[in-house]
Nanobody, 124 residues
Framework: QVHLVESGGGLVQAGGSLRLSCATS????????WGWFRQVPGKERDFVAA????????HYGDSVKGRFTFSRDNMNNTVYLQMDSLKPEDTAIYYC?????????????????WGQGTQVSVSS
């Protein structure tokens, strides 16, 4: 059975940093692109960032560009989201996801496997 497990969420003050991790078990996804999304209760799941299988191509949502950095370690089947200069509006549940087929990298519908989510809360 495939599992994606996020970790690293928590409570931080505005301007602080967090590093999210997402590790896989049950299957290797080193040859596939990954994404990070976030969701606030009652709202749609929003695109945060995407990374190509090689890690050389990166895409970021406008609200996080310049503050968040997506990276991956294919040897250890783990991806990371470094979040700096956090703002209260970054508060959400963050999800990692893997895309094994085509589609819009910014659309949640394009991703086949999802983690359970980790809460990030930023206080003002």
């Amino acid at each position: 059975q495939v599992h994606l497990v996020e970790s690293g969420g928590g409570l931080v003050q505005a301007g602080g940093s967090l590093r999210l991790s997402c590790a896989t078990s049950g299957r290797t996804f080193s040859g596939y692109p990954w994404g990070w999304f976030r969701q606030v209760p009652g709202k749609e799941r929003d695109f945060v960032a995407a990374i190509s299988w090689s890690g050389t191509r990166l895409h970021y949502g406008d609200s996080v560009k310049g503050r968040f950095t997506f990276s991956r370690d294919n040897m250890n089947n783990t991806v990371y989201l470094q979040m700096d200069s956090l703002k209260p509006e970054d508060t959400a549940i963050y999800y990692c996801a893997v895309r094994t087929s085509g589609g819009d990298i910014r659309s949640p519908a394009s991703y086949n496997y999802w983690g359970q989510g980790t809460q990030v809360s930023v206080s003002s």
